[in-house]
């Protein structure tokens, strides 16, 4: 068993790149570039809660910067450092050289550098923060959706945790799906390049974590503003929309509305930056589109393919899940 | 019960101070102050690792954000902002009222802002991330110190872990000691204030949490040198003081040269600063001193009160303690 200096320096520790200082220190020492302001968010996620025991361990901890990368997109902000918080049973170089290399596979595809960390025994929990940047003015916040505005969703959703129900035997998916929707659930592509895209363009943006009624239901609430979507123009992946006109209908559109770990970007927009949006999408291989329409007033509708509302379901909540 | 934003809102929701966008949009947004370096640092505390099962939920509050202010202040950095990742076993406003009074207490003599943070369910789990500033150069880093600088310790230590040694019925303390060393080991005061007195003045410094032989032992290797200190020097806490000449000796010695949870520095400066540090500590109330001195090669030797060596123990560690 490694003690926890060994623990750290062989899997978690580089050379720094960026940073004036990197791990190693009381604190680590970065400059911020000029004019620019720092975002900073944080996630943390618990075995059994945010993630199964068995969990592949390079998947888990493209994971875990996954989701704090898809808060920095949803900002539009330029990813830059992050630390780690990182509780574990034991000291396993079994479980961590997998871990910290998806770690690093993902902080390295989008120039994210580890610059601190924590490492403690404990019931296994990872908590990142990541800092990012983005020009004053330019930031995508929740509030800024207006009336007419149209209503953009990144790509398509409810492939995750449709995987999801199937390991609590909800439904059975063909071995080419499963598969599919496993890596769309444990290996989530935060939408970094899309979020910088999209600075001076949109007017508003949230990511997708907890689902697209109560993520939504935070934007419109912020912006105070209502909105209508329609099912039929959510891009949906697949073995969701098989499952729209089947026994399983129920099932696919609480996927759709309701099922949480899409990581992809709702945002809004006025109809003149149509073009310009789709071409965007486009370029950058994403299946997205308009799902529907900001309007005066308050609350979210949802039709279905028929023009009927939908009974919109409750968001998650860690605490009454 | 409370739902899991309901919660958020109640207790962890301020409105901002300082920050351009606090708690609520997917990042926070800050201005680091023109020319100053952003210092960062994060800690995670376990339940039954770092704190009792029945530790007081307002130091707890409190503890954990001290530890993350005492790695700033080792930094000579000036607290800013911070992040909280919380898991608890369920929303207990009973709990969470307490422990966000605490935290706020603390964060609020520093002029702390809390700016973002994730809460859901799981084992009793803290993880904050503290961000500071700090003019470029005046860091006061782990690899400054030199050959003949005097090593200084910024208050007497060694009181917290004698309360937890008692709470391992290893020693029994008298109740006026119980209270003041149960107040050392659960609301630690950050050395912030000393901190900032220190920049352009010593040459090194760190803080004391996991106890002084490993953490002075970091800080030695950081520089390339070493050091003997004087166990007569270092500032003890009167209820470790006495078992120096009694049957619990090796006990008090423990709880000098390896006891944790002091959150006091150790720092470096040379000869010249004497009276300058002296003054600095007098006007804090602190009854810190030169411990000893650095010197050419590497090692650190601690000598008892005849001039002979002492074995010196092991460093904490969280995986094989």
Redesign the interface.
């Known amino acids: 068993?490694?003690?926890?200096?060994a623990?750290i320096d062989q899997f978690f520790k580089r050379a720094p790149q960026r940073a004036?200082?990197g791990v190693?220190?009381?604190?680590?020492?970065?400059?911020?570039t000029k004019g620019q302001?720092?975002?900073?968010?944080?996630?943390?996620l618990?075995e059994?809660?945010?993630f199964f025991k068995a969990a592949d361990p390079y998947r888990l901890g493209w994971k875990c910067l996954a989701v704090n990368l898809s808060?920095?997109a949803?900002?539009g902000?330029q990813p830059r450092?992050f630390?780690?918080?990182?509780?574990v049973p034991?000291?396993d170089a079994a479980w961590l050289a997998p871990f910290s290399k998806g770690l690093f596979a993902l902080a390295d595809a989008h120039g994210m550098e580890l610059?601190?960390?924590?490492?403690?025994?404990?019931?296994l929990?990872i908590?990142i923060?990541a800092?990012?940047e983005?020009p004053?003015g330019h930031?995508l916040?929740?509030?800024g959706a207006q009336p007419s505005d149209e209503i953009w969703l990144s790509h398509e959703i409810g492939g995750a945790v449709l995987r999801l129900n199937e390991c609590w035997e909800r439904t059975t998916l063909t071995p080419t799906h499963r598969q599919a929707l496993l890596q769309r659930m444990e290996a989530p592509e935060p939408r970094v390049a899309l979020g910088l895209a999209l600075r001076g363009i949109a007017s508003a943006?949230?990511?997708l974590s907890d689902g697209l009624s109560g993520d939504l239901g935070h934007l419109l609430r912020?912006s105070r503003v209502g909105a209508t979507v329609r099912l039929a123009d959510i891009p949906t992946h697949e073995a969701v929309r098989n499952r729209l006109q089947t026994a399983e209908r129920a099932l696919a559109i609480q996927c759709l509305l309701a099922g949480g770990d899409d990581y992809e970007l709702i945002f809004t927009a006025p109809a003149s930056a149509h073009e310009t949006i789709g071409r965007q999408l486009q370029a950058l291989s994403l299946s997205g589109g308009v799902i529907g329409t900001i309007q005066a007033g308050a609350g979210l509708t949802a039709l279905d393919e028929f023009g009927a509302a939908l009974p919109l379901p409750k968001s998650f909540?860690?605490?009454?899940a």
Chains 1, 2 share one sequence.
């Not at 068993?1 to 200096?5: A, H, R, S, W, Y």
């Not at 190693?24 to 911020?32: N, Q, R």
């Not at 630390?83 to 509780?87: K, V």
Request: a negative charge; proline letters at 3%; one cysteine or more.
């Open positions: 068993v490694l003690g926890e200096f623990l004036v200082l190693g220190d009381d604190c680590a020492l970065v400059e911020i302001q720092l975002a900073v968010t944080t996630d943390m618990v059994g809660r945010h808060d920095l949803a900002m902000a450092y630390t780690l918080s990182l509780a034991s000291a610059i601190g960390g924590d490492t403690t025994a404990g019931p929990t908590s923060t800092l990012g983005v004053p930031a916040t929740r509030s943006a949230i990511d912020a909540d860690h605490f009454s």
